[in-house]
Structures are given as structure tokens and as C-alpha cells.
């Protein structure tokens, strides 16, 4: 069995609406191993994007730890949570969030210039992953210029640019037609059998769910494991 | 593809709003970068104004003081009634004082010279010979106004001259003499040495030594008139008292005019001295006032676009924090921005500012005043002076290159300055929020 590369204890989410608190994570818990492909599925509003951002250190719990390689995120401050970012985590969003003043290539750059890498090994990976997401063709090419599905196996790039822990995708699928869906589920699916990627993806779509080794629904706040 | 790149890139990206930015700072640039020169400029035009008016404020109290200062002692004219060829002649005569008896006038206080002349009517034809005393050097070079003044042949009279004499034009022309030749006068012989030209005012003299005046006249030891200096314009009235308290005969006439002249023109020279300090204070202060406006102007500017900006790139913002920007990083990506844009401004402000700044200087600042010319006329009877009226002038600026210099270092002062806050406030946008804008 692979080790523990994520393992979430009691996380609570509560956000304060006025008086109201609405609270879409209670005491839930769950275990990841490197090199697993997990789906999540579940009501809109129960919760998903919030479990995500806070695996994601996009958030803060509550309550409760998460542990990404044995580290606490819910105890990092600031000035250390951008490092888990920048070297653990690789997301990819529904609508992609390419930066539109940059060029595929430089898209895939950015995240690797952020972690202080150098031009030329930059562009050599830059290149590199492109060419495994089937782009090498529109390296130049800016957002604008690519079809939709493009533009997701372009974010996909980034995401894997600096070989994260996880890859945590919310709903990559969402926005794109029956052709390209296929084709991001079964690059994904790729990525995690021939190079061991760990991916957690949000979907509502079970066909889309179903290429994945294991299916979790969300819903009430807990976590509860579809048995195969 | 580092952060500069995304700093152009996204400036260029928006090209129309770019491009008002650049022209509304890069006018406030040209501006900011004319005041400094524009001041220098103004105030050395005033400030030229001012030595003129000093210098020509000197000069006009050493000439029109000299004759301001000067007053004449006489006896009252007497009536004398002599035979003529056909009836009995009434003429006024001025009686002639011993110099002897005056000598006290020398030591009233505040009296510089006491000066004794000599005039006397010739009856042959009606000119006067005026004796002047030529032993002193010292007196004549301190008051050459005692000498004839408009000599337009030969020489003036000079100290110790004897036997010698200056002659009116008219006199010269009635005599039919020419300087060098001889004339003969009251019975004696004299060198014409040189000519006085005809003026307004002056006198049909025949100016000569006073001992040589007194010796054909018959009237050694003796003066029509003493002409006494005091020491400044202020003490006038206070000699002409004591003169009269010691000598109660004697009528003094002081230069009244003159006098209120010279009293009326040190006011005007401070006047103008007053108003050219004014204007060059003036000058600096609304030009420090204008440059704080600009700069709070343009920090506004560059605040209020660099605001909007990160308001609309919010979902960028997340975007680069969920891969791993850091806080400084996004801080240091929009204060970029902000300062990139003011500098692009900044260098098109320096070539506006470079053809401009003189056009700009003229609107922007009070003109210098400068002055337009000061007149002093001499004529027969006294020096006049009269200093000029002070006028607005417009100046002329050039950028050089350390305002070059200074320009560039100050727009991306300004840059800073502006887009601190809008770029504080990027590096604290919440990426799960940021991630939820639209
Ligand atoms: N910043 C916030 N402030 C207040 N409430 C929030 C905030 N973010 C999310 N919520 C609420 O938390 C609940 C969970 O939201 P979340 O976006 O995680 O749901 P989801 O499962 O991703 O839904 P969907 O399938 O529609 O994307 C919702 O009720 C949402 O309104
Ligand atoms: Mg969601």
C-alpha cells in the first residue's frame, strides 16, 4: 500500500452569513495515497469547492488539521501556505484561469517561475509537458486563440509543471462540450496511471466520475466512500 | 516572461485606458519638471532687476544728491539806479559779502564745502562773468557740478587754471573767438580754453578762476554767493537753519525741487525693490504650492486606475496566488505596473517638457518683473534722475539633463507613491474569494 500523501481529521468549515452560519464541512475525515485517483461528487452547495480550496490552502478550516505530506496546513500562516501552493498543490479550475496576456508556453512557465526556476529548464519542461497534453503545436498561441478543451489541457500543463503532490481539479469538465470531456477524463486518467499522479477531482457527471478508482460523495458535511 | 513582461503586457493589454493615463501624467510631468528651472529662471530675472535697481539707486544718490544737497547763501538783490545815455537805468544788483566775515559757515554742522563765487554783469554786452575757485581739486572732482557742464569744444576748467576761461557759445560767437585764441575781458587778456553749448537753461557765462574774477572786477576778498554742500539730502533744511540762525541777512535757497525729487524717487526705488522681493517670493512659493497639487493630482491618478485595476483583475490575482504567488510577489507586480506607467509617462513628459517647459513656466508661475531703463538727465542747472517703471517679463527655460534625471526619479516617485495602497490592497485579496469573483 502507498503512504498517506493527504489525511484530513474533524475538518469543520463554518462561514458567517450575517447571523446565519452556514456550515458545508462537519467533522469529516479522509485518507488519500499517493498516486490515487479520487472523484467527489455530491449536491450543488454541499460543499465540494470549499473541501478543495481548503486541501488547496486556498482557505482556512475551521476546526480540525489537514496534513499534506505529514504537514498541518490548518497551523501554516500566510507567509508559509504559498510555498505549500506553489510545490504541493497543481489545480485545475472549470474555467481554466489561463492568464490571457501570456501564451500557452508561458502559461505553463508562470508556475515554475514562481517557484524560482530557472529560464532554460523552464522552457525545456514547459516544452515537455505541452507535448504530453498533446499541445506542442500552440505553444505560441494565447488563450483566446484555443479552443476550450485546448484551454483546459494547457491549465492541466501548469498544473503538473511542478510535480505536485496532488492535483486537485474542481469540476475541470464543467465548462466544456461531450468531445473534450473525454478527452481531459482520459488524459487525467493517463497522467495518474503512467506517471502516478495523485488527482482529487470534483465532478457531477458519473460517467466522468466513473474513470476514476474511487468515488466519494459529499453530502451533510461528511465524506462517505461508494464501495465498488 | 518575469514580472516585467506581465507588467508590460498587461499595460499594453489595455491600450486606450493606457494611453489617457500617459497623457494626462505626462502633462503633469512636463509641468513638474518646468517649475524647478521656470523658478531658477524667474528669479534670476528679478533678481537682475533688483542689482539694477540698487545700482541705479546708488547712482542717482551720488548725481542728484550733489545737487540736491546743494543750497545758495546770498545777500538780498538791492536797487541801483546809475545815469544812462538817455535816462536814469534801475537795475537789480546783488550785493557782493567780504569772505572773510563768513568763515564761520565752514563749521556748521552737516556742512561738507562752502564754496564762495563770484558773478558779476558785464555792461558792454549782457554777459556775466562767474568766478569759481580752481584751487581745490578735491571739491571740484567731488562736485563737477560747480564747473560748466555741456562743453562742446576745447576743455573745461580744471584746478589750478589762471588766466583762462570758458565761454557760452553766444559770448564766444559775439566776440567772434574760437578755443586757443585770446579774449579780452574787463580790460584783461584770457586763453579761451574751451566752449559751453547753448542749453535750456543755462547762463551767458564767462567762467574763469574766482581769484581772476575778483582781480578784474575789483573785488578781491569778496563773493556774490556761497554755495554750500551738505552732507546728505536729510540734513538740508537743518544746515539752511543754522546758516540762517548765525547769519540772520543771509537768504538760503535750497533746491526745493530737486529735493522733493530725490525724496520722492528713494521712495519709488524702495517701492520697486519691495514689489521685486514680492515677486520672487511669489514665484517660489506658487511654484512649491503647484508642484504639491501635481503630485497629489498624479498620485490620485495613478491610485484610482491602479485601484480599478486590481478590482478587475481580482480572478487573475487569485489565480496567481493558487499557483503559488506570494503576497510580496503580487505587491510587486501592481507597484510595477503603477510606477512603469508613470515612468512611460514621465519620458514623454520630459520631451513635452524639453519644446514646452518656456510656454509652460510663462503659465504656470507670476512673471518676473524686470525694469524697463532708468534716466537721469543732466542739465545747466542739476543732475535729474528718474529710475524706470518695473514691467512683467516672460523668461526662457531649458530642461537639462540632470531635470532630466530628476523628472525620470520623480515619476517613479509619483509610481510608488500611487499604487502602494492598490497594490497592498492586491496582495491581501482572500484566493478562495478572489476564486468566487466574477
Ligand atoms: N465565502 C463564503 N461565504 C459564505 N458562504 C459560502 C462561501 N463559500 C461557500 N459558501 C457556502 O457554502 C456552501 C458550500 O459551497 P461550495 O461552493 O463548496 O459548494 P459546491 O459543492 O462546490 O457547490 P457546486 O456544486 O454548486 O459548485 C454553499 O451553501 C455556499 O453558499
Ligand atoms: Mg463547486
Not at chain 1, 167 to 179: R, S, V
Not at chain 2, 17 to 31: K, Q
Not at chain 2, 264 to 275: A, C, F, I, K, S
Request: proline share 4%.
Amino acid at each position: 500500500m502507498n503512504e498517506l500523501v493527504l489525511k484530513i481529521e474533524n475538518l469543520t468549515k463554518t462561514y458567517k452569513l450575517g447571523k446565519r452560519d452556514v456550515q458545508p464541512l462537519i467533522d469529516l475525515n479522509l485518507e488519500v495515497r499517493r498516486g490515487e485517483f479520487t472523484a467527489i461528487m455530491g449536491p450543488s452547495g454541499s460543499g465540494k469547492t470549499t473541501l478543495l480550496n481548503l486541501i488547496g490552502c486556498l482557505d482556512k478550516p475551521t476546526s480540525g488539521s489537514v496534513l499534506i505530506d505529514n504537514i498541518d496546513i490548518a497551523r501554516l500562516p500566510e507567509s508559509q501556505l504559498y510555498k505549500i501552493r506553489r510545490d504541493k498543490i497543481g489545480f485545475i479550475f472549470q474555467n481554466f484561469n489561463l492568464l490571457p496576456y501570456l501564451n500557452a508556453r508561458e502559461n505553463v512557465e508562470l508556475a515554475m517561475e514562481l517557484a524560482g526556476k530557472f529560464k532554460g529548464q523552464r522552457k525545456q519542461r514547459a516544452l515537455e509537458l505541452l507535448a504530453t497534453v498533446g499541445l506542442s503545436e500552440r505553444e505560441q498561441h494565447r488563450p483566446q486563440r484555443l479552443s476550450q478543451g485546448e484551454q483546459q489541457r494547457v491549465a492541466i500543463a501548469r498544473a503538473l509543471a511542478n510535480d505536485p503532490a496532488i492535483i486537485l481539479a474542481d469540476e475541470p469538465t464543467g465548462n466544456l462540450d461531450k468531445n473534450s470531456k473525454q478527452e481531459i477524463v482520459k488524459l487525467l486518467a493517463n497522467l495518474n496511471q503512467k506517471q502516478g499522479a495523485t488527482i482529487i477531482m470534483v465532478t457531477h457527471d458519473e460517467h466522468i466520475a466513473a474513470s476514476a478508482e474511487r468515488i466519494l460523495f459529499l453530502s451533510d458535511g461528511k465524506i462517505q466512500e461508494k464501495q465498488a | 516572461m518575469g514580472i516585467l513582461t506581465r507588467a508590460t503586457r498587461n499595460i499594453a493589454r489595455r491600450k486606450t485606458r493606457a494611453l489617457l493615463v500617459i497623457v494626462a501624467l505626462s502633462l503633469a510631468l512636463a509641468m513638474i519638471v518646468s517649475i524647478p528651472p521656470s523658478i531658477t529662471a524667474s528669479q534670476e530675472a528679478t533678481q537682475k532687476t533688483i542689482d539694477n535697481l540698487t545700482t541705479a539707486a546708488k547712482i542717482v544718490a551720488s548725481t542728484v544728491n550733489m545737487a540736491a544737497t546743494q543750497m545758495d547763501c546770498n545777500l538780498p538783490l538791492t536797487l541801483r539806479t546809475d545815469a544812462g545815455p538817455y535816462h536814469n537805468e534801475t537795475t537789480f544788483e546783488r550785493p557782493l559779502m567780504n569772505i572773510t566775515e563768513y568763515s564761520n559757515l565752514t563749521y556748521v554742522q552737516h556742512v561738507t564745502y562752502v564754496v564762495p563765487v563770484l558773478e558779476q554783469r558785464a555792461y558792454d554786452w549782457p554777459y556775466t562773468v562767474y568766478g569759481v575757485p580752481l584751487d581745490d581739486a578735491t571739491l571740484l572732482s567731488s562736485y563737477p557740478i560747480l564747473l560748466p557742464a555741456n562743453i562742446t569744444a576745447g576743455r573745461n576748467l580744471q584746478a589750478g587754471d589762471s588766466g583762462v576761461v570758458v565761454l557760452h557759445e553766444r559770448i564766444a560767437n559775439h566776440f567772434g573767438v574760437a578755443v586757443g585764441e585770446t579774449v579780452n575781458i574787463f580790460g584783461r587778456d584770457f586763453e579761451v580754453v574751451g566752449i559751453e553749448g547753448q542749453e535750456a537753461l543755462n547762463t551767458t557765462y564767462a567762467t574763469m578762476s574766482l581769484s581772476d574774477a575778483q582781480a578784474i572786477t575789483n573785488t578781491t576778498g569778496q563773493a556774490s554767493t556761497f554755495i554750500v554742500f551738505a552732507d546728505s539730502v536729510d540734513n538740508v533744511y537743518a544746515v539752511k537753519e543754522q546758516i540762517v540762525g548765525a547769519y540772520p541777512k543771509l537768504t538760503v535757497t535750497i533746491a526745493q525741487t530737486l529735493l522733493n525729487q530725490v525724496y520722492q524717487m528713494q521712495r519709488q526705488t524702495n517701492e520697486q525693490l519691495q514689489q521685486a522681493h514680492e515677486t520672487m517670493n511669489q514665484i517660489e512659493s506658487t511654484g512649491i504650492v503647484e508642484m504639491g497639487i501635481i503630485t497629489i493630482a498624479d498620485s490620485a491618478i495613478i491610485l484610482f486606475i491602479m485601484l480599478y485595476t486590481v478590482r478587475e483583475r481580482t480572478k487573475e490575482i487569485g489565480t496567481l496566488k493558487a499557483l503559488g504567488a506570494s503576497n510580496t510577489t503580487i505587491l510587486g507586480q501592481f507597484m510595477l505596473e503603477g510606477v512603469l506607467l508613470s515612468l512611460i509617462a514621465g519620458i514623454v513628459g520630459i520631451v513635452i517638457g524639453i519644446f514646452g517647459a518656456t510656454s509652460l513656466a510663462n503659465i504656470l508661475l507670476p512673471q518676473p518683473i524686470t525694469q524697463t531703463g532708468i534716466g537721469i538727465t543732466t542739465s545747466g542747472s542739476g543732475t535729474w534722475g528718474g529710475s524706470g517703471s518695473l514691467t512683467a517679463a516672460s523668461i526662457s527655460v531649458t530642461i537639462t539633463p540632470e531635470l532630466m534625471l530628476f523628472g525620470l526619479g520623480f515619476s517613479v516617485l509619483l509610481g510608488a507613491l500611487g499604487s502602494l495602497y492598490p497594490a497592498w490592497r492586491a496582495a491581501r485579496i482572500r484566493p478562495a474569494e478572489a476564486m468566487r469573483y466574477e
